[in-house]
């Protein structure tokens, strides 16, 4: 068995709070480590808070010493260079960047996963250094990649269509829940979170950063055209960073619990009574996988990414019509127990389609 190497960009580990991509990155590599055929090695190109941690976790983490507030320059002069990744680490069989800059290599394989091409196809919901660092990135991978792994078939329709990269290069590898949400949290662990974010006994759970794609004007409308009885005493809870979404005026039994660190989130979710997701558009959303894990009925958008992982495994919704979203918040309360076990049932064969294991097998595979 011939055993490959393997170098993988941790720069969108280096800060907080990990978003998508960073959990492709954990979940990633939490199936290669365990896998006997390569050899992993690591390389960070942003050298920001988190990178002593980081150094401790994965260990022969090869960092340059570059400043964090020379980085952005720094990364520019090495792209606009030309500066093979082999300048700042050991050459491998193949090098994978996340969302970041992909460097051209000598040697290995450069493989660029995308997780979302937003900034690219909807710039009216970004703030305007998104998009331009996303056009960076998007540079360097159409120059440097061999290979671009999409994490959804709608991501890579928008990566053709709009990035204009050729279809032939593009790999669709879904990835799933990472290993934290496995577990099932005990009641210690439920009491504990219920606590500490003062949870009410019934709540409806949004988890994602506040920003104009994730629909929350519509959400709060939705939620505020609600009765007193259709509303049944339950609270709508929304987790995650503030974001960019600053003029929103937040209704009645509406409450921000703000960024919830990872260890805390299966626990969250197991006390909701429901996720809703109703994105304007998304590359994939981990917050639908991580509620069907967890036994949480989910409702979310019919379109891009959400219906292509949610099937009929949630209520689907039309999120630019508030009444139509309301129609779905009716529906997710007024759940039955019989009607919820379904969802939970469904959910549950539903992600048998998503994991890490099989993208990690499909990069592998690639390398051949």
Same mark, same amino acid.
């Not at 990155?25 to 480590?33: A, H, S």
């Given at each position: 068995?011939?055993?490959?190497?393997?170098?993988?960009?941790?720069?969108?580990?280096?800060?907080?709070?990990?978003?998508?991509?960073?959990?492709?990155?954990?979940?990633?590599?939490?199936?290669?480590?365990?896998?006997?055929?390569?050899?992993?090695?690591?390389?960070?190109?942003?050298?920001?808070?988190?990178?002593?941690?980081?150094?401790?976790?994965?260990?022969?983490?090869?960092?340059?010493?570059?400043?964090?507030?020379?980085?952005?320059?720094?990364?520019?002069?090495? !792209?606009?260079?030309?500066?093979?990744?082999?300048?700042?680490?050991?050459?491998?069989?193949?090098?994978?960047?996340?969302?970041?800059?992909?460097?051209?290599?000598?040697?290995?394989?450069?493989?660029?996963?995308?997780?979302?091409?937003?900034?690219?196809?909807?710039?009216?919901?970004?703030?305007?250094?998104?998009?331009?660092?996303?056009?960076?990135?998007?540079?360097?991978?159409?120059?440097?990649?061999?290979?671009?792994?999409?994490?959804?078939?709608?991501?890579?329709?928008?990566?053709?269509?709009?990035?204009?990269?050729?279809?032939?290069?593009?790999?669709?590898?879904?990835?799933?829940?990472?290993?934290?949400?496995?577990?099932?949290?005990? !009641?210690?662990?439920?009491?504990?979170?219920?606590?500490?974010?003062?949870?009410?006994?019934?709540?409806?759970?949004?988890?994602?950063?506040?920003? *104009?794609?994730?629909?929350?004007?519509?959400?709060?409308?939705?939620?505020?055209?609600?009765?007193?009885?259709?509303?049944?005493?339950?609270?709508?809870?929304?987790?995650?960073?503030?974001?960019?979404?600053?003029?929103?005026?937040? *209704?009645?039994?509406?409450?921000?619990?703000?960024?919830?660190?990872?260890?805390?989130?299966?626990?969250?979710?197991?006390?909701?009574?429901?996720?809703?997701?109703?994105?304007?558009?998304?590359?994939?959303?981990? *917050?639908?996988?991580?509620?069907?894990?967890?036994?949480? *009925?989910?409702?979310?958008?019919?379109?891009?990414?959400?219906?292509?992982?949610?099937?009929?495994?949630?209520?689907?919704?039309?999120?630019?019509?508030?009444?139509?979203?309301?129609?779905?918040?009716?529906?997710?309360?007024?759940?039955?127990?019989?009607?919820?076990?379904?969802?939970?049932?469904?959910?549950?064969?539903?992600?048998?389609?998503?994991?890490?294991?099989?993208?990690?097998?499909?990069?592998?595979?690639?390398?051949?």
């Amino acid at each position: 068995m011939k055993i490959r190497s393997l170098i993988i960009d941790l720069s969108p580990l280096t800060s907080l709070p990990v978003t998508g991509i960073g959990k492709i990155l954990v979940g990633l590599i939490e199936e290669l480590k365990d896998r006997n055929d390569v050899r992993l090695s690591y390389i960070a190109l942003v050298a920001r808070g988190l990178l002593p941690q980081l150094r401790s976790r994965y260990p022969g983490l090869h960092a340059p010493a570059i400043p964090a507030r020379f980085s952005k320059s720094a990364l520019r002069l090495i !792209q606009s260079l030309g500066i093979p990744i082999e300048a700042f680490c050991p050459k491998a069989d193949g090098v994978v960047s996340a969302d970041w800059l992909c460097l051209p290599s000598r040697r290995g394989k450069s493989i660029a996963i995308v997780a979302d091409a937003t900034p690219l196809t909807n710039p009216q919901w970004q703030r305007k250094e998104n998009i331009d660092l996303f056009a960076r990135r998007l540079a360097s991978i159409k120059r440097n990649a061999d290979l671009v792994v999409a994490i959804s078939q709608s991501t890579r329709r928008d990566l053709i269509q709009s990035a204009k990269i050729d279809a032939e290069r593009i790999m669709v590898a879904y990835p799933g829940v990472t290993k934290i949400f496995l577990k099932k949290p005990i !009641q210690k662990d439920l009491s504990g979170v219920k606590k500490k974010y003062r949870l009410p006994a019934e709540f409806l759970l949004f988890v994602g950063t506040q920003e *104009p794609r994730k629909n929350l004007k519509n959400i709060f409308a939705a939620w505020s055209a609600l009765g007193k009885f259709e509303k049944k005493e339950t609270q709508l809870i929304l987790a995650g960073q503030k974001g960019w979404a600053h003029s929103l005026t937040v *209704p009645s039994q509406i409450r921000k619990i703000g960024f919830v660190a990872d260890a805390d989130l299966p626990a969250i979710y197991s006390l909701a009574r429901g996720l809703i997701y109703p994105s304007l558009k998304e590359g994939f959303g981990f *917050p639908i996988l991580e509620a069907f894990q967890m036994g949480v *009925p989910v409702l979310t958008s019919d379109r891009s990414s959400m219906k292509e992982i949610a099937g009929d495994a949630a209520i689907l919704v039309i999120p630019d019509s508030v009444d139509d979203l309301k129609l779905g918040l009716v529906r997710l309360l007024a759940l039955s127990q019989a009607q919820r076990e379904d969802f939970i049932r469904a959910g549950k064969k539903r992600l048998r389609g998503f994991s890490f294991r099989t993208m990690a097998e499909k990069i592998m595979r690639s390398m051949k």
